[in-house]
């Protein structure tokens, strides 16, 4: 269990510096934006309590914000996207029961289970996001629009980090 505590918080310090230094500049067309930092809310335990789950998504999100200077808009994205999280876990069906020890991963549950569990959270959290930076709902369809490419964007990142990293623990 301390191994998990470990490589969880090593995830939680890399993908800050990853995303603000290198993916904030990324902005294809104006539309798409990549946020990778919420991998790190994708991969929490099945275990964690739902209060460390609320309170460790408020502080990644919290840090993106303080290195990016949008106030607030990534806690609140990553707050409601972690509030979502066990009721996608409860409707996105399994083959597979959970069990102890599980890791919400390709690895553990298959690619058709861990695509849709990503795609459903990845899109509320991008939604919530721009929706809270234009604060309008005038521009409802471009902010719609937005939200849909860069999901489709950082899924294809979140696999590709599913990929390298499945090679990796697969070996133990």
Do not use: C
């Amino acid at each position: 269990m301390n191994n998990l505590l470990i490589i969880n918080l090593l995830r939680f310090i890399i993908l800050i510096p990853v995303q603000v230094l290198i993916l904030n500049n990324i902005n294809l067309g104006g539309h798409i934006n990549p946020y990778l930092y919420v991998y790190f809310i994708l991969l929490l335990p099945f275990e964690t309590a739902g209060w460390l789950s609320l309170i460790s998504s408020f502080g990644i999100g919290l840090l993106v914000d303080i290195f990016s200077g949008t106030p607030g808009m990534h806690a609140a994205a990553s707050t409601f996207m972690a509030f979502l999280r066990p009721m996608v876990i409860r409707n996105v069906g399994s083959s597979k029961d959970y069990e102890s020890g599980m890791r919400p991963s390709i690895r553990d549950l298959g690619f058709r289970w861990f695509i849709t569990y990503s795609v459903i959270l990845i899109f509320f959290h991008n939604l919530f996001l721009f929706l809270v930076e234009v604060f309008r709902f005038t521009r409802f369809f471009d902010t719609l629009q937005r939200a849909l490419l860069s999901t489709i964007f950082t899924v294809m990142l979140v696999v590709i980090m599913q990929f390298i990293f499945m090679k990796s623990t697969s070996r133990r």
